[in-house]
């Protein structure tokens, strides 16, 4: 195969290049935790004892440090006792890939640890609906507002200033406030998503409606068209699709404030779950938790990508015009 | 061979301009100024335009770059407000854009979220026409341009000439008084061009349309014109108002006519005279190629 063909400068691949870059895309970095977690002599600072021999404080089962494990191996050695045996592992916090591929799989087949507690399935719903009201409520204000900002100049000059400095404020630093205001459970962690969205939005869509062609107000004003209906029957529909593209960017800005937002009040949804996990030091759960969170972010844009191709048949992205 | 002056009409052509005068006065310019204000100061774009455009009649609007006819045909739409002077239509002064002054731009403006058929039936619709009636004008007019077999598509499935035909369909369904038509040939390369003018002046005569044209093609402006308003530059001030002595039906023969040629003369005395130096762009100005030669002085091209 050629190698240039593929670093041509600014130019598309084909199809089938770009297939293959994009599962490489994600072959590559399985690939580099494959090999520090299978090849034993790739890093493996950690020895998992399987006899203790005249150690006195090793356990079968045990990770210890490879110096320790060294230490003790010579003094034993010395002192003409009992070595101990034990094969490289790594630290507890980088499990290998197949254990975090089962992980995945009995994270939801595994009841509860506590009596109160949650299955994951039910956690990744609280998650979802945290996400879903919080990117609704931002959107109710922050997409009409945004388009009336981009419209009229009066709404944006009285309205972007501010909302330029209180997007610069991070969301979570309202945590506590949200807790005082609206209490421990989903009420602050719906408003941390809004705080973290909402700012944004109104600024982004703004953008997108003063990017709309004016010579298709104009048009459409020689045509005998009314202020009012040029709002509707102009600007709504002639920026439709850029606004939805608008709106996957920022729905994953929402999900990046989730884990935040979770931990504020009762921790709850995924982020309990992974907080929970973790302090048993169940780390393939917290990986096949993470994984999870990307998945149905990266899935959830794909789907709504394939929906926007459906709903804009007259959108070009390549559209030179 | 000597050309005859550009103001000899022959008998035929002097009858024409006799009866379109006789039709009453759809569009009136009075003493139209605008004046830019700008951090530097004022610039003047248009200084005291007259003119009378009849019913029916086909005026073209031409002149060097910078001379104001954008400026000019955005201010009879109403897409631009005038420093001083009146625009009447039908006496009556206009005031922001309105239905009775269908526009053509040269950029298409085509909205790309509706099909043709629903191009050509936005004004009616924004106009309070049912659904289904507009529908049915719509493909009146889409028959009148060509494109009945293009109703269903979108905008950017065409071709320039056809999203231009598209164009002119949706601002002449809403029946306006004038078309008002800036550049809308620009962009499209010669030969359709051609078509699209010839096109153009087909509509024109079968159609109660009076027409304004912008062009800075001098060739588009004869073929098409009963008469020529050639505009200057800084500011923008009406040089002459040419009437065109080239018969109607015209024909692309004709280009190579006396009467067409002597115009054509004209026209370029007028908007590019040899002294002094046309008023160019400022930057345009300190452009001085200067010419090495970096070839054998024996291969010659020429």
Not at chain 1, 171 to 181: E, R, T
Not at chain 2, 25 to 42: P, T
Not at chain 2, 90 to 112: A, E
């Amino acid at each position: 195969m050629n190698i240039s063909s593929w670093f041509a400068v600014r130019r598309e691949l084909s199809p089938r290049k770009q297939t293959v870059l994009g599962v490489g895309s994600f072959l590559l970095p399985l690939l580099v935790w494959c090999i520090v977690s299978y090849v034993p002599f790739v890093w493996h600072p950690m020895v998992l004892v399987s006899n203790p021999g005249d150690v006195d404080y090793f356990q079968v089962d045990m990770l210890v440090d490879k110096a320790v494990y060294n230490d003790e191996l010579a003094n034993m050695q010395s002192q003409g006792k009992a070595v101990p045996q034990g094969t490289a592992a790594n630290p507890i916090y980088l499990p290998a890939p197949h254990q975090v591929a089962k992980a995945f799989y009995t994270a939801f087949t595994t009841p509860p640890e506590s009596k109160d507690g949650n299955w994951l399935h039910e956690s990744l719903w609280h998650s979802i609906q945290i996400i879903f009201w919080g990117f609704v409520l931002s959107s109710l204000i922050g997409v009409p507002l945004g388009i009336l900002c981009g419209t009229y100049s009066a709404i944006s000059r009285l309205n972007e200033p501010f909302v330029e400095f209180f997007r610069y404020l991070p969301a979570p630093a309202f945590g506590a406030l949200m807790v005082a205001i609206l209490g421990i459970y989903d009420g602050p962690k719906i408003a941390i998503i809004v705080i973290g969205t909402f700012f944004q939005q109104v600024l982004i869509v703004a953008n997108t409606t003063r990017k709309l062609d004016y010579g298709l107000l104009e048009a459409a004003m020689t045509l005998g068209t009314s202020k009012l209906k040029l709002l509707f029957h102009v600007i709504l529909p002639g920026i439709l699709p850029e606004l939805y593209r608008d709106q996957r960017i920022l729905l994953g800005w929402a999900w990046t404030y989730l884990i935040v937002a979770e931990l504020i009040g009762t921790s709850s949804g995924i982020t309990w779950f992974i907080t929970q996990q973790a302090r048993y030091q169940h780390f393939d759960n917290v990986y096949a938790a993470i994984f999870m969170i990307g998945l149905l972010g990266l899935g959830g844009d794909l789907l709504l990508a394939m929906l926007g191709k459906k709903l804009f048949p007259w959108d070009r992205p390549a559209n030179k015009e | 061979m000597t050309l005859p002056s550009y103001l000899e009409q022959s008998p035929a052509v002097r009858e024409r301009f006799k009866r379109l005068k006789a039709r009453e006065v759809i569009l009136e310019v009075k003493h139209l100024g605008k004046v830019y204000k700008a951090a530097k100061g004022e610039t003047t774009a248009l200084k005291d335009i007259n003119f009378k455009t009849h019913r029916r009649e086909f005026v073209c609007v031409i002149g060097p770059s910078g001379c104001g006819k954008s400026t000019l045909v955005r201010i009879l739409a109403g897409l631009e407000s005038h420093s001083s002077g009146d625009v009447l239509l039908d006496g009556i002064p206009v005031d922001g854009p309105g239905r009775d002054r269908g526009m053509v731009f040269q950029g298409y403006t085509l909205f790309p979220w509706l099909s043709v058929k629903k191009n050509v039936m936005f004004g009616l619709e924004m106009n309070g026409m049912s659904a289904s009636e507009a529908g049915r004008e719509a493909e009146l007019w889409l028959e009148l341009v060509g494109l009945e077999k293009f109703a269903s598509a979108y905008p950017h499935e065409l071709s320039g000439g056809m999203k231009q035909r598209v164009a002119i369909a949706r601002a002449l369904v809403n029946q306006p008084r004038i078309l008002l038509m800036d550049e809308p040939f620009g962009a499209l390369d010669a030969q359709t061009r051609a078509k699209m003018q010839a096109h153009l002046l087909e509509i024109w005569r079968n159609i109660d349309i009076t027409i304004v044209f912008i062009t800075h093609d001098l060739d588009e402006a004869i073929f098409l014109a009963d008469r020529i308003l050639v505009l200057k530059a800084h500011p923008g001030e009406v040089q002459e108002l040419i009437e065109v002595p080239v018969l109607r039906p015209r024909s692309a023969e004709q280009t190579t006519s006396p009467e067409f040629l002597a115009t054509k003369a004209r026209l370029e005395a007028l908007i590019h005279p040899p002294e002094p130096e046309p008023l160019e762009d400022e930057q345009e100005k300190l452009v001085k190629p200067h010419m090495i030669r970096f070839v054998n002085v024996a291969d010659n091209v020429e």
